[in-house]
T-cell receptor, first 114, second 113 residues
Framework: DAGITQSPRHKVTETGTPVTLRCHQT?????MYWYRQDPGHGLRLIHYSYGVKDTDKGEVSDGYSVSRSKTEDFLLTLESATSSQTSVYFC?????????????FGQGTRLTVV | AQSVTQPDIHITVSEGASLELRCNYSYGATPYLFWYVQSPGQGLQLLLK??????LVQGIKGFEAEFKRSQSSFNLRKPSVHWSDAAEYFCAVGARGNEKLTFGTGTRLTIIP
């Protein structure tokens, strides 16, 4: 299995509180991604990173921020959680998502905002 | 903008029967196409991918997919399904130099004895 770990795996938080999800990799891959998965929507890209301190927005980035201070760690922060952010969040890593290499996904973090 | 349509939300097949999952894409340039599988409570695993060349692509677990440019399709097939194939399947599209994959909404596959 690829060395990718998401933490926490489950979290329940209250509306309005900040939440940080962590993705840690041991593969030294350049690209790291945060997706959210919701019924009827598949996976939607929130943010991604193409190197340390280099990040870009995905299609559903509102309400989320990210940071990548080290190659191995990619943090996703919900500054003020809302119920619409209840979802399963997946981190993915890749040398090149569309190159001749495989992307690896973490096992997901189930976040519930009450 | 690129998009992917998986028209079947849920498919049920008998064990040993053949399987075809549909995927249609929209992309202006030459697409890169992927099929991923997700078992319950797990992350996604790559089944196969198409970049160029032979339009019939072989993947893991006995799956194959055929790229048909004229139909903008990349359907996934398996000649004989096993109970362990029950999972959710996602088609995705990307392109060279575009490091953002767009996923379809997924097809849930149920296998009956």
């Amino acid at each position: 299995d690829a060395g990718i770990t998401q933490s926490p795996r489950h979290k329940v938080t209250e509306t309005g509180t900040p939440v940080t999800l962590r993705c840690h990799q041991t593969e030294n891959h350049r690209y790291m991604y945060w997706y959210r998965q919701d019924p009827g929507h598949g996976l939607r890209l929130i943010h991604y990173s193409y190197g340390v301190k280099d990040t870009d927005k995905g299609e559903v980035s509102d309400g989320y921020s990210v940071s990548r201070s080290k190659t191995e760690d990619f943090l996703l922060t919900l500054e003020s959680a809302t119920s619409s952010q209840t979802s399963v969040y997946f981190c993915a890593i890749s040398e090149s998502m569309t190159g001749n290499t495989e992307a690896f996904f973490g096992q997901g973090t189930r976040l519930t905002v009450v | 903008a690129q998009s992917v349509t998986q028209p079947d939300i849920h498919i049920t097949v008998s064990e040993g029967a053949s399987l075809e999952l549909r995927c249609n894409y929209s992309y202006g340039a030459t697409p890169y196409l992927f099929w991923y599988v997700q078992s319950p409570g797990q992350g996604l695993q790559l089944l196969l991918k198409y970049f160029s060349g032979d339009t019939l692509v072989q993947g893991i677990k006995g799956f194959e997919a055929e790229f048909k440019r004229s139909q903008s399709s990349f359907n996934l097939r398996k000649p004989s399904v096993h109970w362990s194939d029950a999972a959710e399947y996602f088609c995705a599209v990307g392109a060279r130099g575009n490091e953002k994959l767009t996923f379809g909404t997924g097809t849930r596959l149920t296998i009956i004895p």
